[in-house]
């Protein structure tokens, strides 16, 4: 994880959340940063949490900051979901 933060290039991540994003057995990061505003989610490359791949998660311009990032099977069908918060809408 301190590999992770390293890479993050002055990213500063108000929110994160781990989950098995990939489906790959290990845990990946979700985070969310208001400076600058966007969503990445981190896959992790290799066993010990040493090398990660970056992926920006696309959101509309309109939609303000990013305020929060939660990963969780919603409705128990096995599958994960993100949910998203900017400035109190959830989507």
Do not use: T
């Not at 066993?47 to 990963?71: D, Q, T």
């Amino acid at each position: 994880m301190l590999a992770l933060v390293a890479e993050m290039d002055g990213d500063r991540p108000d929110f994160i959340d781990v989950a098995d994003m990939d489906g790959d057995g290990d845990l990946d990061v979700i985070a969310s940063c208001k400076e600058p505003d966007r969503i990445d989610w981190h896959e992790r490359l290799d066993e010990r949490g040493l090398r990660w791949k970056e992926h920006e998660i696309s959101f509309p311009e309109n939609m303000g900051y990013s305020k929060a990032v939660k990963v969780r099977d919603i409705n128990l069908d096995g599958k994960l979901r993100q949910s998203f918060l900017w400035l109190g809408k959830l989507f």
